[in-house]
């Protein structure tokens, strides 16, 4: 049984950083990719980012770019989303999600099958 669980939200002021982390277990986490994504309340769940089961390569949201980097250690079965200069509309639940099949990788969510309980992240102004 895949398990994701996050970790690391919280509650920031506008410029501020915060960086959060995924540990994965039950299958051979190097095999496949890794997505962040966010929900707003009364908003669907959005794309943040991607990275190849390698690490190789990353996918942003153009929202993000430039303020958000994933990154993975394969050793620790982990995948991180560093966010810097967060925005008040930043402020969302942030899920990360695996999919079924080994590399594959996608910006959608629907591709997905395997999903965290969320980490809160609020974003004060």
């Known amino acids: 049984q895949v398990r994701l669980v996050e970790s690391g939200g919280g509650l920031v002021q506008a410029g501020g950083s915060l960086r959060l982390s995924c540990v994965a277990s039950?299958?051979?986490?190097?095999?496949?990719?890794m997505a962040w994504f966010s929900q707003a309340p009364g908003k669907e769940r959005e794309f943040v980012a991607s990275?190849?089961?390698?690490?190789?390569?990353?996918y942003y949201a153009d929202s993000v770019k430039g303020r958000v980097t994933i990154s993975r250690d394969n050793g620790r079965n982990t995948v991180f989303l560093q966010m810097n200069n967060l925005k008040p509309e930043d402020t969302a639940v942030y899920y990360c999600?695996?999919?079924?099949?080994?590399?594959?990788?996608?910006?959608?969510?629907?591709?997905?099958?395997?999903w965290g309980q969320g980490t809160q992240v609020t974003v004060s102004s």
């Open positions: 999600a695996a999919p079924e099949a080994p590399f594959r990788i996608s910006r959608s969510a629907s591709e997905y099958t395997y």
């Open positions: 039950g299958r051979t986490f190097s095999n496949f990719a």
């Open positions: 990275i190849s089961a390698r690490g190789a390569g990353t």
